[in-house]
């Protein structure tokens, strides 16, 4: 299945309504950095995140130190951002809402 | 609680006996990489280390993407690496035994 990359407007018009995301990796990439009460809360969200991403087949790049957690998404196969990043980020986004 | 900095003689003894880590940080910290057959496992390896990392109260710094699994262990209250690396180190090794 081909996953088409984000045109640069398609780009800007998503990444306007994902305020806590940036652009990373030139482009290639959004970043979120979470931070919660302590490490049992991290990895509690991750563990929500990883079923969020089994589910759709489409893995973070991410990392961890006690209560912090810091999220890259980009989709390999499309070589940048797509559809599927956007979609992505909105259900973490919902997670902790 | 005063955790103490392994000396060098310590840590070179230890890094002996944990041929599968290496030392990183200028001698300040462990790191050991991991590869699974894929992002599920990869995860439930992740849960079984955040399990272990609570009960002691000793957490790593780790980035997983897919399968991957890059683990950097170093006690921040020692300002280096300390027995409590050692021992953890010890404990993931055997989830993989």
Request: hydrophobic content about 45%.
């Given at each position: ?29 959004i ?37 912090r ?29």
């Open positions: 299945m081909t996953v088409e990359q984000l045109t640069e407007e398609e780009r800007a018009t998503w990444l306007s309504a994902l305020p806590q995301w940036s652009l990373s990796r030139a482009g290639a990439a970043e979120r950095k979470f931070e919660f009460a302590d490490f049992s809360e991290a990895f509690a969200f991750m563990t929500r995140v990883a079923m969020i991403a089994e589910t759709r087949d489409h893995h973070p790049e991410w990392f961890n130190v006690y209560n957690v810091e999220i890259t998404l980009t989709t390999h196969d499309a070589g940048g951002l797509s559809l599927r990043d956007v979609k992505m980020a909105r259900k973490i986004d919902a997670l902790v809402a």
